[in-house]
């Protein structure tokens, strides 16, 4: 049996790093030291596994992003994926996420898939919605937010733990699915990895060679705007409040003050 697996990955700013809006309220993606979005390397762990049980199973990680979201997929090949394929386009600035959705369903498209991973969200947008916008953009099942994932006989199986329950969910595939950061921990890469992750097949796509019209894409085709935005004011010292028997009070009060209650 074959199984292509197509895994999702998202480059991301670096949390630890500055982060700034650029001039146009976007988030200034060259200003900012970027990685592989980690909630993703979980996606990316769990397509190594499954592909470690079916004979001729491949690995393609994607990603939409700049020109060094390449740094992402390496990172991916050197855990062990197979090939990589990076849209890159600069009328991707300002794309939101109906626009990357449309993106990566040409995209999965065009490299054939039988089953989509993707994270439980991103480390920086953190919508947690894409995966389910990808799976109604092709068409296919949809099983998210997975905290134990295994393929047979062309069925995806999992459980989602919820707050009061677990489910088992099943599809057939073709399917998109999403994991949790309890899925599985994800794998270093080895030094043998890092090495062989240089010479893997790494592919580069614009709008063109999907056939995307910069109008779908961009600010002009995204279906949110950020109207404005303002620093976070500088942290102040706070306020201690010494309970003499009034303490409840007190914090009342000063909740009460700042229309908290
Ligand atoms: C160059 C560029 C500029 C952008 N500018 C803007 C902007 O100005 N405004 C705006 O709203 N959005 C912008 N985006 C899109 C945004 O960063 C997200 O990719 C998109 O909105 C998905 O939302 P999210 O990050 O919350 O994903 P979530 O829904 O939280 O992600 C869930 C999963 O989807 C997959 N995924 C998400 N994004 C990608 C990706 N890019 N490539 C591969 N897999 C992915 C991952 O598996 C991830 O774990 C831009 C993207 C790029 C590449």
Known sequence: MSLKIVVCVKYVPDAAGDRRFAEDLTTDRDA?????????EYAVEQALVIAEEVDG????V???GPDDATDALRKALSMGADKAVHVTDDDLHGTDVMGTSLVLAKAVEHIGYDLVLCGMASTDGSMGVLPAILAERLEVPQVT??????VADGTVTGRRDGDAASERLEASLPAVVSVTDQSGEARYPSFKGIMAAKKKPLETLDLEDLDIEPEQVGLAGAWTEVESATERPARTAGQVVTDEGDGAKQL???????KFI
């Open 32 to 40: 900012a030291d970027g990685l592989l979005s980690e909630l993703d």
């Open 57 to 60: 199973a491949e690995v393609t």
């Open 145 to 150: 937010l997975l905290s134990e994932v295994s």
């Open 252 to 258: 009342a009060a000063f909740l009460a003050e700042r």
């Open 62 to 64: 994607l990603t939409v």
